[in-house]
């Protein structure tokens, strides 16, 4: 910290510098604009951030974030309870529901299968999978990451669940929207051309 | 700058964007690297770092301390996908049967990671563990008791396995020798060549890696 600074304006730098991405540099540049905007942004500051962790929990279900018990997703009667995606991280949540294209539910494993790292499945939200498989479920869309952990947790799921009769799909993967040959890496190719789809001829598309 | 073949079996986060990375190489033993900005989205090294995969990799070794990771290329995988889950828990396995120092991880964990591609679905995680501790000099005689040499049937145990006879050590059915061997589907087998395992790492003071973590 620079020399003679006011302790408070030390604490805060300090405080944002834990968060990630911020070095030193930006942590001062947050203070000071933080100082700038008075008293009142501050407080507006201080609210939300107090508010994100006071009003910001897990649905009891999914796992998902929420404000109460259950989420909106899973109190939605609109939403397809027996179509169930299996995530990560609730952020995942965030992200498939950008694309506007799911109608069914998520269940947040909260990570993943890393042996190396040393999580095993007792860490993952099994438990609560489990109970809501046995309650009937349709299909369970595995949309772990496309790592090697990833890909293992989705083998662990799939083993798991295939003797209950539940129908067990995984998102697939290939060439981005968008996205051109040249710019692909080699495994997202192989990926794309050993899992290619037959094409449907725009006549039989359209009848 | 020096160069090798190397399985991946340990990755740490380090600061903001980093990974400290255990690999087992051929030629130059077990490493620790650092592999700076690898967890950046456009890394060059970030699709490349994966288990299970058999890499190629650059590095500067350190002059005191680690040595920095330059470049990495990631080939074929050891074993079929529908095996990463066994192949993840029997490299977990690998780390701790092979410290830093140690010469013979590499190519004790591309057998083991053969033999699990290669065995019986159920006893498939067995048998690659079995070949681990064979390799590392941590495994008995798979017909006998290892500390009597009596040849009878097992007793599951509170500790894991015991021998009917000197009432310690672990004995050997067969059916438990088939599991090792990845030559059978029958789960009382593979159940029993598991706390057969187990008590061979609790031996050295370890932890089975479970399976499916």
Known sequence: MIPGSPKALARAVEAFATLPGIGPKSALRLALAILERGEEGARALAQAITGLVEEVRFCRRCGGFSEGELCAICTNPHRDAALVCVVEQPVDVLVMERAQAFSGTYHVLHGRLDPLGGVDASKLRLAELDARVARGVRELILATSATVDGEATAHFLARRYAPSGVRITRLARGVPEGGELEYLDEFTLRRALSERVAWTSDETAAS | ?213
Request: glycine share 8%; charged share 20%.
């Open chain 2, 1 to 213: 700058m020096l160069e090798d073949e190397a399985l991946l079996v340990r990755r740490v986060a380090w600061r903001e964007s980093s990974w400290v990375v255990h690999l087992f190489t051929r030629a130059h033993g077990r490493i620790a690297l650092v592999a700076k900005g690898a967890r950046r989205l456009k890394s060059p090294l970030r699709g490349h770092l994966e288990p299970l995969h058999r890499l190629h990799i650059r590095w500067r070794p350190g002059r005191i301390g680690m040595g920095v990771l330059a470049a990495a290329e990631r080939h074929e995988a050891l074993l079929p996908e529908a095996r990463w889950p066994e192949g993840l828990a029997i490299t977990a396995a690998a780390a701790m049967l092979f410290p830093e120092g140690t010469e013979e991880g590499f190519a004790a964990l591309e057998a083991a990671l053969f033999t699990c591609a290669k065995a019986q679905a159920p006893s498939a995680y067995v048998a690659g563990l079995w070949t681990l501790c064979s390799k590392a000099g941590i495994a008995a005689a798979a017909d006998a008791c290892w500390r009597c040499g009596a040849r009878h049937d097992l007793v599951l145990a509170e500790h894991g396995l015991a021998c009917t006879r000197c009432g310690t050590g672990p004995s050997w059915p067969e059916a438990a020798s088939r599991a090792l061997a990845g030559q059978t589907a029958e789960a009382k087998a593979v159940e029993l060549a598991l706390a057969l395992l187990a008590s061979i790492f609790a031996a050295q003071n370890l932890r089975l890696p479970k399976l499916g973590g």
